[in-house]
């Protein structure tokens, strides 16, 4: 029996969750994946009556279940940054869900490039450090620099471009990586890519010019690539962003830091057709991990009907590979793709298919496979 635990959260998560929901039960009707699910009160609307975002004792229960299955956080009505910082981010630090995984498929006829490519991209989003850390500041021509990093920065600064007066600005951010956050990074990446099957591994950086935290990133990739004896390829991510639109099915598993892949993989979330078809899971191997859809509550379709679940449905079945039920992951995708090809899907895709009425669709396709 796993135990899940559902947020829902703001706008259209609510409405592909319940979808979401529909074919995990469908699922553990034809197969032997049992389940409960525990349901949370988390997002804007909590925290527009109680001022709570995320308790102590949310974090205690959420931490005693095998997964997170979560909708979307976001409301007009709260100014941008609080609901995501104070409980997305939250959460993904205080499980240190250090990879977010966000799978890259062509899903023809919806791929929006002129040649007819099949492609399969596991990218690999580390998840905590790099220039994410939230280690920046600003200070005005030394007098408030009170750490040596700042004086470090601020005479760098001088160097580049000296002060002439005396109220010059400045403002930095540091990009951070730790030996053993990418040591745990690559193991992860170098797994999956044998649990895929696949012999060689692509790192994305910019080592030509962020020369210390990349080059310490190759350092370690490059002894794990010996270790696991996977072969390992080097992209900048200038030239892995051109290489998306132009070879995307010469790629399998793709590892890359922190603020490159927020970039790519928004990038990739229009090549397999746009928001409405991309799932993240933000992972912690040894721990609890989060699966969600990588669109946010889209407020201004919500409560329509129009919103495409398969996003959500995605999320789910990365959710089912995760906790070791690879068959019934594959029972999704294949109920996906045979929705896709029979034009039974939602307007964001040019169908006709309320939310709800694409859930049946996918149930149903579900359901046949029994
Ligand atoms: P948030 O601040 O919560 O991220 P947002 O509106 O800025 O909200 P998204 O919610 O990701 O960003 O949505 C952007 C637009 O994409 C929406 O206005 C909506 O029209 C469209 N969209 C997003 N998700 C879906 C979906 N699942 N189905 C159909 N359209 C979608």
Redesign the pocket.
């Known amino acids: 029996m796993r135990h899940l635990a559902v947020i829902p959260g703001?706008?259209?998560g609510k409405e592909?969750v319940d979808v979401g929901l529909e074919i995990i039960d469908a699922i553990s009707e034809i197969s032997s994946f049992d389940y409960d699910a525990e349901l949370f009160d988390i997002g804007s609307e909590r925290y527009l009556r109680t001022g709570e975002l995320i308790t102590e004792e949310d974090f205690d229960d959420l931490g005693k279940k095998d997964a997170i299955y979560f909708g979307?956080?976001?409301d007009p009505r709260v100014k941008?940054g609080i609901l995501e910082k104070g409980i997305l981010l939250n959460m993904r630090a205080r499980f240190d869900q250090y990879i977010n995984l966000r799978p890259v498929t062509s899903w023809h006829p919806f791929v929006p490039l002129k040649k007819h490519f099949d492609f399969d991209i596991c990218f690999l989003r580390e998840n905590t450090e790099d220039f994410y850390m939230g280690a920046g500041g600003t200070f005005r021509n030394g007098r408030d620099a009170r750490v040596t990093v700042k004086r470090k920065l601020y005479d760098l600064q001088m160097d580049l471009h000296p002060v002439s007066s005396s109220d010059d600005e400045y403002a930095f951010e540091i990009g951070l990586l730790s030996r053993k956050g990418i040591e745990r990074f690559a193991d992860h990446a170098f797994r999956t890519a044998i649990k895929r099957g696949e012999d060689r591994i692509t790192l994305v950086d910019k080592a030509n010019v962020c020369t210390s935290i990349y080059g310490m990133q190759r350092e370690i990739f490059e002894a794990r690539s010996k270790e696991y004896g996977i072969a390992l390829d080097y992209m900048y991510v200038d030239a892995m962003a051109m290489a998306m639109i132009v070879r995307p099915h010469t790629f399998g598993t793709v590892a890359v830091p922190n603020l490159f892949g927020d970039i790519l993989t928004d990038l990739g979330a229009q090549l397999q057709g746009?928001?409405?078809m991309g799932a993240s899971g933000n992972i912690n191997p040894e721990g609890v991990s989060m699966f969600e859809?990588?669109?946010?509550?889209?407020?201004?379709?919500a409560g329509q009907g129009?919103?495409?679940?398969i996003?959500a449905v995605l999320a789910a079945k990365m959710m089912l590979d995760q906790l070791g039920y690879e068959e019934m992951g594959t029972l999704i995708q294949n109920a996906v793709r045979k929705c896709l090809d029979d034009g039974k899907f939602?307007r964001?895709l040019g169908g006709t298919l309320t939310t709800a009425e694409a859930g049946i669709e996918i149930k149903k396709a579900v359901l046949a496979q029994k």
């Open positions: 703001d706008g259209i592909v979307a956080i976001g941008p746009g928001l409405g859809p990588i669109h946010g509550s889209a407020p201004d379709i129009k919103a495409n679940p996003a939602t964001d």
